[in-house]
Nanobody
Framework: VRLVESGGGLVQTGGSLTLSCAAAGIRIDSYALAWFRRAPGKEREGVSCISNIESGDRTTNYDTSVKGRFTISRDNAKNTVYLQMNNLKPEDTAVYFC???????????????????WGQGTQVTVSS
């Protein structure tokens, strides 16, 4: 299984970026997918996740720090998950990782230990 993130970069406060995570070796339509991040000097934390089961607003889950600014989505045909990040703040600066796990429930977990497969990460830097 391989997860490859892309789309990171340097952006000014208030700007936007879209991260992508392409999966190989699995079909993501049977997997929950998530984004985590690790800021300098901090532990890795959950950002957002999306279930493979459509259930309205229970399909996705967001950390309170990004709710209303970030949007997670998936394209099963492209085997890819996305994270649209708007109104970026300096505190969003981090390495962003995508993760996946076999799943078949409506609400996805936003906990590190719940995920089996991880990408290498992509750097997002927000300048003030």
């Amino acid at each position: 299984v391989r997860l490859v993130e892309s789309g990171g970069g340097l952006v000014q406060t208030g700007g936007s970026l879209t991260l992508s995570c392409a999966a190989a070796g699995i079909r993501i339509d049977s997997y929950a997918l998530a984004w985590f991040r690790r800021a300098p000097g901090k532990e890795r934390e959950g950002v957002s996740c999306i279930s493979n089961i459509e259930s309205g607003d229970r399909t996705t889950n967001y950390d309170t720090s990004v709710k209303g600014r970030f949007t997670i989505s998936r394209d099963n045909a492209k085997n890819t998950v996305y994270l649209q990040m708007n109104n970026l703040k300096p505190e969003d600066t981090a390495v962003y990782f995508c993760a996946s796990r076999d799943w078949n429930l409506m609400s996805c977990p936003l906990m590190i230990h719940a995920y089996d497969y991880w990408g290498q990460g992509t750097q997002v830097t927000v300048s003030s």
